[in-house]
């Protein structure tokens, strides 16, 4: 899982490299998908599992809306009484228990079972195992023994070049798709790019007036980043359509000036929307090498300190591997912070992030 060290060399190399590969995007047309919504359901009842996420409160609203049934798995069942359900059947029950799972695609005929399970502490590799593996499969083998029509895996474009806990165990699973492991079942595989939150997660403290962290010059990596919106746009395009049956769908948002960024250039975005001057706390990735090793093996030897070398590890990896995909919608980075401008939400420290997971992102934009 650790990287190699970063030499003077790939420093500038690697800033050539974006700045090469965002022109090339921004003068390229994206003809890979076409946006729009394609197709309706006649009542087929679709459930959802980690439904009660992010994406799933845009994907269950557009289900209901184009003539499904959505129905979510929530452990909590409050969920009844969150507006993005409203048209919604709640299953109370644990994705993490097999028998809440059958039990909860045999409650009606399914035609659809949809996978946003993620585990909310990506550093810590027993819930990882649990969430991002075990859970997704006892949906899997629930289609199965019910004769779903179509499983649709929401995976993560970091499949292409996992290292981090829960990519490896989303490619496991696409593995086990593949290899109809769990019998035959037709599937649908989509690789997001990153969301808008994760990319905006310092937004609060640029409008702060803190600064921003970038690793040497902040040009390592480029990334096109989708909404929500257009995701569960993109996601409901493809249920129950037989041409994306046995299909990895790689999907990243528009391919345009205010959405294909490097996290310097999300920085800028930050510091132009909120009016702040720009203020960098550059930390290089020399030093940053040296605290992952150190903290690594003191890792080893300590509990509490093995998920936080996790993230540094994940820092460097969402700051210099590309995340570039086939665009689909119209929704943009900049447009997300636009509506983050006016608003208060929780930006939490490092600390409390780590904490926290992904909990403390603002989720209601
Ligand atoms: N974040 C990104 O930028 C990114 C990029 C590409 C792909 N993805 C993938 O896209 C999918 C959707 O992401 P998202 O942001 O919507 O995820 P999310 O907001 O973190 O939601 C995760 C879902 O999994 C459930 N879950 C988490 N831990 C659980 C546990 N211990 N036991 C049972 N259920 C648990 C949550 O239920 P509760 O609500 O009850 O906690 C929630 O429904 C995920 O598969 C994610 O890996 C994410």
């Known amino acids: ?7 003077d060399l790939d420093v500038a190399a690697a800033q050539r490299h974006s700045s090469e590969l ?4 921004l003068t390229s047309t994206s003809t890979t998908y076409t946006t729009g919504a394609d197709g309706t359901g006649n009542g087929e009842r679709v459930l959802v599992l980690g439904g009660t996420g992010y994406i799933g409160r845009a994907l269950v609203p557009e289900l209901a809306r184009r003539g499904y049934r959505p129905a979510v ?3 909590n069942a409050e ?22 799972v059958l039990d909860a695609v045999a409650a009606a005929p399914t035609a659809v079972v949809i996978s946003l399970l993620s585990g909310r502490r990506p550093n810590d590799a027993e819930e990882c195992r649990l969430v991002d593996h075990d859970a997704i499969v006892h949906g899997i083998q629930a289609a199965v023994a019910h004769e779903v029509q179509q499983f649709v895996h929401i995976s993560d474009f970091g499949a292409y070049r996992p290292e981090l806990i829960p990519q490896v165990y989303k490619l496991q699973v696409e593995g086990e798709l593949m290899g ?10 989509i690789r997001p790019t990153s969301y808008f939150p994760y990319l905006a997660m310092t937004f609060g403290d640029v409008k702060n007036g803190e600064p921003y962290r970038i690793f040497d010059h902040g040009e390592y990596s480029v990334v096109n980043p989708i909404a929500r919106e257009d995701l569960a746009e993109f996601i409901v395009n493809h249920v129950l359509r037989e041409e994306s049956y046995g299909r990895v769908l790689p999907v990243g948002g528009p391919w345009t000036d ?9 920085g800028q975005m930050m510091f132009d929307v909120t009016g702040r001057p ?18 690594t093996r003191m890792g080893r030897i300590s509990k509490q300190l093995k ?7 994940a820092a460097k990896y969402w700051s210099v591997v590309d995340h570039v995909a086939p665009a689909y919608g119209t929704r943009t980075l900049r447009g997300f912070m636009e509506k983050l401008k006016d608003r208060e939400f929780p930006t939490g420290s490092f600390r409390e992030r780590m904490k926290s997971g992904t909990n403390l992102m603002p989720t209601d934009i």
Request: aromatic share 8%.
């Open 1 to 7: 899982m650790a990287f190699s060290t970063i030499t």
């Open 22 to 25: 965002r022109s090339r995007l």
């Open 73 to 75: 798995l929530a452990r």
């Open 79 to 100: 969920a009844k009484n969150d507006a993005e359900f409203a048209d919604a059947e709640i299953v109370v029950g644990d994705p993490t228990r097999a028998q809440d």
């Open 180 to 189: 109809q492991h769990h019998g035959a079942l037709d599937w649908t595989i």
């Open 258 to 266: 205010d959405n294909v960024v490097t996290l310097k250039g999300a």
């Open 278 to 295: 720009e203020s960098w706390n550059v930390v290089t990735m020399a030093s940053w090498d040296k605290k992952i090793a150190r903290l």
């Open 307 to 313: 998920p936080v070398a996790y993230y540094l590890e």
